[in-house]
């Protein structure tokens, strides 16, 4: 079973980190190179560089989740995610069809959240 994993490349899984901006801010992002390439072709898919797609999915992560904790390892999760659901035919293999154009209730339909939402502090009558 190992061999499998352990035959991966060394390159693919070596370290690399790259200085970015977001929305003026200057930051960096290490991740393992494989996670590039997949970043890559999120990106090339709605015709934008790697660090537009990150500034992207930063925004639209603090939108929906109101932060951005370990957005690393959120982003590590989102190249496999996507891997997922193609390997599951819910996006396309073909990556002339930008994800934009996808109907994400149509992608995700079925699909359970990874974790249930924390409800809401109960309000004691005073």
Do not use: K
């Not at 960096?28 to 500034?55: H, K, P, Y």
């Not at 690393?72 to 996006?91: H, K, M, P, W």
């Not at 069809?97 to 005073?126: H, M, Q, Y």
Request: with cysteine.
């Amino acid at each position: 079973m190992c061999e499998i994993f352990v035959r991966a490349h060394p390159d693919s899984y070596a370290p690399e980190t790259r200085s970015l901006r977001l929305h003026g801010v200057a930051t960096s992002v290490r991740l393992e190179r494989l996670f590039w390439a997949v970043l890559e072709e999120i990106a090339t898919r709605d015709g934008m560089r790697v660090n537009q797609l990150i500034e992207r999915l930063y925004d639209e992560l603090i939108q929906y989740r109101g932060e951005a904790a370990n957005f690393t390892s959120f982003l590590r999760v989102c190249c496999l995610r996507y891997e997922i659901l193609q390997a599951d035919g819910r996006i396309p293999v073909d990556v002339a069809v930008p994800i934009r154009t996808l109907d994400a209730r149509a992608v995700l339909a079925g699909l359970p959240d990874a974790l249930p939402e924390t409800p809401p502090p109960r309000r004691v009558a005073a």
